[in-house]
């Protein structure tokens, strides 16, 4: 049987697997760039496309990164996803979305590029660059037109039958990042907070960084690769989202997170690179530093290592939680996965701190092949492994 995987997927930008329904085989979820965050179902190794079934499909958009977490905390990953914001020339519209032009010549690869946006006064879609700016992809078009107002009322699709072979098009409904929270049968988008869209984002990273036991986000900002300084699209220093619970975030300031990056970022992971059970951040920049920072405020969590197989040494699948009360009446941590994958070409550290907002009582473990154990936790831990019969291989205290 063929998989979803042998076709063409589009422009991806960010993967990552993830255990969407707790069933122990995790979903790959890929960001494409002029279509959806599409969701392959994981059946024991063979992959199904259940994008459309999720409700993701329509939701198209020039998505960048992608991860997951529980952000409202009804114990199913949720997914995030960066998008290109509303601080630009392109303004979303449902009905009648950005659309991409595009013609094939004689190669597989589009040779011709023309960006439609929505007239009402027309009616149609018009080009978003100059007449001289379409000669190359359009050859056809010189000569043409003997003014301006002629071009300016030709629209895109007599633009685009100047081009021996037919036109198709791609478009993007969604321009904002968002969260997409899992209702289980599908996906509800929720845009992040309004500062979250003043620039274009790439990698997230999903982490608690203040050790407060709710889940932040990081967002990599900014893209300023254009030909003149004009459309620069650099508002963004990195951003903060704090978790408030509930799929809700706020904005930390640059000053208060000591965080701000001017270039144009792109992949960033989450890493405990000192072991002091705090998680630490690394941000890539195109023509830029490599960035890292370190946390120096957090509450300490618990450093937690899973001694996997030998053929799945670091237990990828797996997923962590902490318990907390007492034993008739538990509360109950994030689950934490084990993730190949994670934001914008990125992979976040394999030792996870999970948040120790009052001493743990116990770790709950999902295993790969669907086993769950429980272990009891003495107190003072400052690191432990697990084995996967539920067992502490090996611990530090603090």
């Given amino acids: 049987m063929e998989s979803a995987l042998s076709n063409s997927l589009g422009i991806v930008n960010g993967a990552v697997f993830s255990d969407l329904d707790a069933d122990g085989f995790p979903e790959l979820i890929v960001a494409t760039e002029w279509g959806a965050v599409r969701v392959f179902k994981n059946h ?15 939701l198209t958009g020039l998505w960048q990164g992608v991860t997951t977490g529980d952000f409202d905390g009804d114990g199913l990953q949720d997914i995030v996803a960066t998008n290109w914001g509303l ?21 597989s690869v589009p040779t ?16 978003t660059r100059d007449l001289f700016s379409l000669f190359n992809g359009y050859p056809g078009l010189r000569g043409v037109f003997q003014t301006h107002r ?22 993007a409904v969604l321009l904002q990042s968002v969260v997409f929270l899992n209702r289980k049968t599908g996906f509800e988008a929720k845009p992040l907070h309004p500062e979250a869209q003043l620039a274009p984002a790439f990698g997230v990273s999903v982490g608690d960084l203040d050790g407060d036991g709710i889940d932040d986000l990081f967002l990599a900002q900014n893209f300023s690769a254009f030909p003149t300084n004009i459309d620069r699209l650099d508002a963004g220093r990195g951003l903060w989202l704090r978790g408030l619970g509930k ?60 001694a996997g197989t030998k053929m ?25 996965e084990w993730q190949l994958g994670s934001g914008y070409g990125s992979q976040d550290g394999l030792v996870k701190v999970l948040a120790t907002p009052e001493p743990p009582m116990a770790i709950e473990v999902r295993w790969p092949t669907g086993k769950l154990t429980k272990t009891s936790l003495p107190a003072g831990l400052r690191e432990i492994t697990v084995s996967p019969d539920g067992k502490i291989a090996r611990q530090v205290t603090r």
């Fill in 150 to 171: 002629d071009f300016a009322a030709a629209g895109v699709l007599k633009l685009a039958d100047y081009h021996q072979a037919p036109p198709q098009s791609v478009t």
């Fill in 87 to 107: 601080n630009t020339s392109i303004r979303p519209n449902v009905l009648n979305p950005p659309r991409l032009y595009f013609n094939y010549s004689e190669s």
């Fill in 44 to 58: 024991e190794g063979h992959f199904d496309e259940m994008t459309d079934g999720l409700g993701l499909a329509g």
């Fill in 312 to 336: 799945n040494p670091d237990a990828i699948g797996s997923a962590a939680r902490l318990i907390f009360g007492q034993p008739k009446a538990p509360t109950f941590g994030t689950w934490r």
């Fill in 247 to 306: 799929a809700n975030f706020s904005p930390v300031q640059g000053d208060e997170a000591g965080i701000m990056i001017y270039g144009d970022q792109r992949a960033s992971a989450l890493a405990d690179y000192d072991a002091d059970g705090r998680l630490d951040l690394v941000v890539t920049q195109s023509g830029g530093q490599t960035r890292l920072f370190r946390n120096n405020k957090a509450k300490p969590g618990l450093r937690v290592r899973l």
């Fill in 112 to 127: 011709s590029l023309m960006l439609g946006v929505w007239d009402d006064s027309s009616s149609g879609y018009l080009p």
